[in-house]
């Protein structure tokens, strides 16, 4: 509904531009035929529009005032006045007493004919107050306060006789005033007595008529704060019977009529937003809202604050997130801050991520979820609304719900752009999507131009992300794959390629998993996704730089070993492996073929990784290339000292993977047999000078076999 009004309080008066959508203007109704019964019975009343706050009583007297202006009593031919004061404007009863005067001064018709009346009503209210009072009032300038003075010395001025001057002139006009005072809960102890005071005794006029309104329990509160009353419940009740004639009871509002409020504002909230549910989404809100929300939502005022929040924060986030997360948060955030500003404090936990060993240790029933309440409780949550909250926080966090005992599914909240997504927990709390992240429409439209070869803006966004935000973006795109969403997995290897060697972010898991795992624990899924005839293809455009070369080793090693990603032999037989790793080996050997004219000891740091990279390739052409190089000038033991990095104690020089890495490189027979005259200290040969040299040969001596 494009016209629902979300931030707007103000009371509806049935109008076109302000209507009635809960059904009032029919008790608004019967408030009027009880003025019309309660004059014709009294020639002065007090009634009282009770109910909650926000439950819409202000409303209910702007459509009382419209039928009282529009409509003809049932027995009278004239229409009533109406007058409005606001008790809290005034700090003192003489300057309360002059606004109900002047209130009724004013709602009397403008005619010659009522100038008398005003000015009797004028009289009194000079008659009871303050000379200083008068001016702003009752319609006064500064200068005839002299004149005013000298006229209450010379004539009959007291208060009675003002008083029963204007009650016949009230009576003779026979013209009923209804003043109206909406919110008296919201007065001081002070203030409230001194409205109550003014109604019973000086504003008791005949034809003057009270309709005050107000929410009952806290007015009794109210009331029990004076000396009057105490704090005597029964007491304050009594004093406030004697006041009132005539109670009007605000309808209930039924829980079809919260319902249907609900369902109204929230299809508003979605269609302003262009918003839509799926029917998982709608199962989950409406557990989230019957279960937990509606006992916390029970005023009108309470329903429209709740989603003028929602629709006050939505805006850049619509698409962005989960829409039930998001109402849940805005619930949160709205009626339990405490709860809301938790969350950031407890960011780790919440999503997952938290590296506190205590959280994985074994622990009694129950332990999780009571450490959570205990959070609750010293966020500020009452004690009745614990369980409730702790339901909402497993709707929103798979942490928790494992806490509570109800099983989670860890991807869920990322599936749905949840607040229990690492990716996603920020969104929800900055109310947009934070300057370092993507949004939805931005990464799938630099997927689709990587899928057509068009370098646009949001592709040059997507591909910094990369570098800069590696984990997020590959578990972005991980998620789309496991959903089932077609990713273009050709143009995402190359691009994954062209910066794997530019990658720029922090490591995650205590600081272990740096970014290029991250990008290789992706890429071979993302080989295996293209077709078979593909894949030879995809592999060697990988390769045609250094640092593409690498990751392309890795994708190609770790998609053809599933099982066992550290072997040193290809498992996989099918015949796009094959055409993969002859294309793979090709560009290898023309990466190294500068290095082919250094000497072994001056290699580079990336020709040692491209050699340990092609023993995982085609370790049998390695092996003719290698042996090339050591009968053309390169001597073994330099190049060892530097494919083997130094000793990190207390892990072995040799370990089990490089011993079978070497096998790989030149096979351990050819191994020992080149450098028999080393390992035995033949007195033709120099030993080395360099202590890492040395150390490996004694390594290789106690590998030795035999």
Known sequence: MPGERFFNDDPVDGSADAPDLLGRQQYARHAVELLHQVREQSESGVLA???????????????????????????????????????????????????????????????????????????????????????????????????HVADRIAGDTSASAAKHTAEAALRQAALPVLMIMDDLDRLTPEELLVVFKLIRLVGHLPNVYYLISFDEQTLLDVLKRTDLVGSND???????????????????????????????????????????????????????????????????????????????????????????????????????????????????????????????????????????????????????????????????FPAVQQAVGNGSDPRAATRRRGIGSQDYFDRYIVFTVPADDLPEAVFQQALAQLASGTQGDEAAQLLARLRDDTHRIVRRIDQLRADGTPVPAAALLQAMADNYGQLTAEPEVMGILGSDRRLRSLTPGLLLDLSPDQRPAAVAAMAATYDGAVLATRTLHSATNPDDTASEHV????????????????????????????????????????????????????????????????????????????????????????????????????????????????????????????????????????
């Open 571 to 706: 498992t996989t037989t099918e015949p796009w492996a094959a055409q993969a790793r002859d294309a793979l080996t090709g560009r290898l050997a023309e990466h190294l073929a500068p290095a082919a004219g250094r000497l072994a000891s001056d290699i580079t740091d990336q020709d040692e990784t491209l050699i340990w990279m092609w023993r995982h390739t085609a370790p049998a052409s390695l092996r003719t290339w290698l042996r090339d190089r050591l009968d053309h000038g390169w001597e073994l033991l330099p190049l060892l000292a530097a494919l083997i990095p130094p000793q990190q104690f207390p892990f072995p020089l040799i370990d089990n993977d490089t011993w079978a890495g070497l096998d790989a490189m030149f096979t351990h027979d050819d191994l020992y047999t080149r450098l028999t005259p080393h390992l035995n200290n033949s007195p033709d040969t120099t030993p080395p000078t360099d202590p890492h040299q040395t150390n490996i040969l004694q390594a290789l001596r106690d590998r030795r076999p035999g």
């Open 234 to 396: 029964q007491r304050a009740q009594e004093f406030l019977e004697k006041l009132i004639q005539v109670r009007l009871d605000l309808p209930a509002f039924r829980d079809r009529d919260i319902a249907a409020m609900t369902n109204r504002l929230l299809n508003a909230l979605l269609d302003s937003h262009q918003v839509s549910m799926t029917p998982d989404q709608e199962r989950r809100f409406s557990e989230a809202y019957f279960r937990h929300l509606q006992d916390r939502l029970r005023t009108p005022r309470s329903i429209k604050r709740y989603f003028g929040q929602a629709g006050a924060t939505l805006g850049s986030l619509a698409g962005e997130v989960d829409i039930v997360d998001f109402l849940i948060v805005t619930f949160l955030r709205t009626s339990e801050p405490g709860a809301y500003r938790m969350l950031g404090r407890h960011r780790a936990e919440l999503t997952g991520t938290s590296t506190d060993p205590a959280l994985h240790r074994d622990s009694r029933p129950g332990e999780h979820a009571e450490r959570w309440k205990e959070r609750l409780r010293q966020a500020g949550v009452a004690q009745d609304n614990l369980d409730g909250m702790l339901a909402l926080l497993a709707l929103l």
């Open 49 to 147: 529009l009770i109910g909650p706050w926000g439950s819409g009583k202000s409303s209910v007297l702007q459509m009382t005032i419209q039928h009282l202006k529009n409509t003809v009593g049932a027995n009278d031919t004239t229409r009533w006045s109406v007058a409005e004061l606001n008790p809290w404007m005034y700090s003192d009863l003489e300057s309360l007493t002059l606004a109900l005067f002047s209130e009724i001064r004013a709602a009397l018709p403008s005619g010659n004919q009522w100038s008398e009346l005003r000015g009797k009503i004028g009289a009194f209210g000079q008659s009871i107050s303050p000379l200083g009072k008068l001016t702003g009032l009752l319609g006064l300038d500064s200068s005839e306060l002299i004149n």
